[in-house]
Each structure stands twice: as structure tokens, then as C-alpha cells.
């Protein structure tokens, strides 16, 4: 492995880690994207604006690396549209059943030493090693 096939992820990594950390420690708030997403689908008042500032910065963030590096980014989905569509409403499900996202368990939960954070992002794990395994049967 080389330096430059590192950085990129590690980088990625760091500004991810350290965003979550800034919003927890300047508003108490957790970077849960799921539940940004739900708070700005209700209308959540008195939150509204972080989150949208939030879902914003990650959308810009997304259309600045297609532009800045767009060899990042895949040209096709990996799956046909029935497959990527349904694989969306489980996740939506799986989200809503966990009680939070792989952000939310993952990078602030087990940050925090969560329980509920680490059993989450350990049932999120396994969930997608299954499905990787299902899906490279179906493939073969």
C-alpha cells in the first residue's frame, strides 16, 4: 500500500471525525444524518437552521469533488435501479428501527462510548458483510 492511495481516506476520515466532535462540542448537538434528515422533513423549529446548513455543506461538499475530482466518484450505480431503490427504503428502515444511522451510531455514538452506539454500528457491520456475501452469490 502507498502513501497516496492513504491519504485521501485518512484525511476523509480526520475532517469527519473532527466536524462531529465540533458540532457536539459547540452546540451539544450529534451529527446524525438521519436524524438531521428527519428533523428538516418535520420542520423542526428552533433546529431548523443548523440542519439545514449541515444537509447543505454536504451536498456542496459532494458537487465540489465531483467537480475538483471526479475520477472519485463512480460513473454508474453498482446495481440496476430496482436493486439501488430498494436497498434505500431498507436502509430508511433499518435507520428507523436502530433508532439512528451508521453517522449517528458509528462516528458519534461509539465516540461517545455508546453502548447503544457500538451494538448499532456492530448489527450495521454484520448487516453489510451479509449483504455483500448475498450479493457476490447473486453475481456469481
Known amino acids: 500500500m502507498q502513501w497516496q492511495d492513504v491519504w485521501p481516506p485518512l484525511l476523509g ?12 462540542v ?11 434528515v428527519d428533523g ?3 420542520g423542526e423549529r428552533g433546529e431548523l437552521g443548523w440542519k439545514l446548513a449541515f444537509a447543505l ?17 463512480p ?14 427504503l431498507l436502509v430508511g428502515f433499518g435507520t428507523r428501527l436502530g433508532g439512528g444511522c451508521t453517522s449517528g451510531h458509528g462516528v458519534c455514538g461509539i465516540g461517545r462510548t455508546s453502548g447503544r452506539g457500538f451494538v448499532g454500528t456492530c448489527v450495521f457491520m454484520a448487516v453489510a458483510a451479509l449483504t455483500v456475501l448475498v450479493l457476490k452469490g447473486v453475481e456469481a
Open 13 to 24: 476520515g480526520t475532517l469527519i471525525g473532527l466536524s462531529a466532535a465540533g458540532l457536539l
Open 75 to 88: 460513473v454508474a450505480a453498482p446495481r440496476a435501479l430496482p436493486w439501488v431503490i430498494a436497498a434505500g
Open 26 to 36: 459547540l452546540t451539544g448537538k450529534t451529527a446524525g444524518i438521519s436524524g438531521i
Open 40 to 42: 428538516i422533513l418535520r
Open 57 to 73: 455543506g454536504l451536498v456542496v461538499g459532494g458537487v465540489v469533488l465531483a467537480i475538483a475530482m471526479p475520477s472519485a466518484l
